[in-house]
């Protein structure tokens, strides 16, 4: 590109009648550049920048590399994709060039990826919502298991909600909608989908069919659904980057016990996005401002909480057990024989005898042995079966209270579940509370005993029908403390021996 003022010089030439070789003479530039500039068509600083064209062999070459992964996309794994070296395996017999070329030209393939233009939206207060599930890995007492992540965002804030579930089935997926309308305080007046199992029973986008407990929880609760097409993520990519976030915070793969410990996680999440974050894409103000804002325009929440729990009918054995998705379960020694119906809801598990509920208790997440047979509801076979108390499963592999669960773990005595159920018949003598306390101290400690947490009430005072002070045993056995002089008679008279 030339300087302003030689252009000027040129252009000047030209209306003073020079020729083109006499002004190439005069300012001493080459005459192609004189003939460019010559009649005005082209302006210094103004040219259009122009890409050279590609060499025809190279553009021939990545046409054929193109056109070969467009013929093979749909054979390929997730170890078996199509690279650079099996391209110029190929194809460099018709094409011949280095395998480095064939390399090179595929990265640029591969950075001239199409993008889809997508249009910016603002959405209607209250009006529209966006849910979709997202799988992420986590560790469970050692073992990395699947969990799902209900995902739903209102639109007209960017308002998040996410809940884990151990499965994606019709009731996690019912609790996880009712779950976000508690947290939004309503309901919005239209939810969008993806082409889930879970909630269409056929069809696809407009044309979808609703399944029976999905159409009824949208008539509960008054929302409109809209399912839309397969393979088309952009309908819904307000969610879909909520599941990427939630997929974020699941990494690296997080320990838990409880599924319950991962939804306090989630759901500090959503607080400090909501309470931190400012205006998310074209909106205006703030997460928090948009969202106090639009509950009012929400629909209101029904007075009955709408829920759908799997019912079934099952007979209790002589032991006290009946066994329901591959876990055992246990109920009061009294209904031992009978039918009782059992009602299971995502996290808990009710049980019901002609119309009363008897027990209730959380249901397990993972079927991976877990049981459910509560070591209290066996205190009277224990009382009247002392001898079996050292291998009753209830106190081998039964739930207990925490402190008890410890103490189970760590006492080595050889009586150890002995000890185990005179704590559990203590516990209803001195109030639960107290006995638990003590029993965690004892841990603390190491090495509990019955005779050790004794100790403690005793020492607290909280033990009652006990006197004087009695001393540590790893037997279990109480073994009364003596002051020295009370053997003086043994050795044939009062004080001590002097020698």
């Known amino acids: 590109m030339i300087s302003r003022e030689l252009y000027q010089q040129i252009r000047r030439c030209k209306n003073d009648g020079l020729s083109k070789r006499a002004t190439a003479k005069k300012l001493s530039i080459w005459r192609g550049t004189v003939a460019k500039y010559w009649e005005g068509g082209h302006i210094p600083g103004m040219e259009a920048s122009a890409q050279r064209a590609e060499p025809a062999d190279k553009a021939a070459i990545k046409a054929a590399m193109f056109k070969y992964f467009e013929e093979h996309k749909d054979d390929q794994f997730t170890k078996q994709t199509i690279n650079a070296k099996i391209l110029w395996r190929d194809l460099h017999f018709e094409y011949p060039r280095s395998q480095s070329t064939y390399r090179r030209y595929w990265s640029e393939i591969k950075s001239e990826r199409h993008i889809h233009a997508r249009l910016p939206l603002l959405f209607s207060i209250g009006h529209t919502a966006e849910m979709d599930w997202v799988e992420v890995k986590v560790r469970h007492r050692g073992e990395i298991v699947k969990v799902y992540i209900f995902c739903m965002v209102l639109m007209y804030g960017y308002t998040p909600f996410l809940k884990a579930y151990p499965n994606m089935k019709m009731q996690n997926f019912i609790d996880g909608h009712v779950s976000a309308f508690i947290a939004y305080r309503g309901t919005p007046h239209t939810i969008v989908y993806d082409n889930l199992a879970t909630g269409r029973k056929s069809g696809y986008g407009r044309k979808a069919l609703k399944t029976n407990e999905f159409a009824m929880l949208a008539a509960h609760y008054g929302f409109e659904s809209e399912f839309c097409m397969p393979f088309d993520p952009s309908s819904k990519g307000g969610v879909e980057d909520l599941a990427d976030t939630a997929a974020d915070i699941m990494t690296p793969v997080r320990n838990f016990d409880r599924i319950t410990e991962i939804n306090d996680i989630l759901f500090a999440e959503c607080a400090a996005y909501i309470e931190n974050t400012g205006a998310v894409g074209l909106r205006e103000r703030s997460v928090k401002e948009m969202t106090e804002e639009e509950r009012d325009y929400l629909l209101p929440l029904p007075l009955k909480r709408y829920e759908v729990a799997e019912e079934r ?52 997440m993972f079927m991976d042995g877990e049981n459910r047979v509560y070591a209290e509801h066996y205190k009277f076979s224990l009382d009247i079966k002392p001898r079996a108390r050292e291998n009753a499963f209830p106190l081998k592999e039964g739930i207990l209270p925490h402190a008890l669960h410890e103490f189970r773990k760590l006492c080595k005595s050889g009586n150890k579940y002995t000890q185990l159920y005179e704590l559990m018949v203590k516990m209803d003598e001195v109030g639960a509370e107290k006995l638990l306390k003590a029993v965690e101290i004892a841990n603390a400690a190491g090495k509990p005993t019955y005779t050790k947490v004794m100790d403690i009430l005793l020492y607290t005072g909280e033990a009652a029908g006990r006197s004087g002070s009695v001393a540590y045993a790893a037997d279990g056995l109480d073994v009364d403390k003596r002051a020295p002089s009370d053997f003086d008679i043994l050795l044939g008279g009062a004080g001590r021996y002097k020698g």
């Open 313 to 364: 009918t099952v007979t209790v054995d002589n032991r006290q057990l009946f066994r329901f998705e591959h876990c055992l379960y246990s109920v009061p020694r009294q209904y031992a024989g009978k039918t009782v119906a059992v009602k299971a809801y995502p996290y808990r598990v009710e049980m019901f005898y002609r119309g009363h509920m008897i027990w209730e208790c959380d249901r397990p």
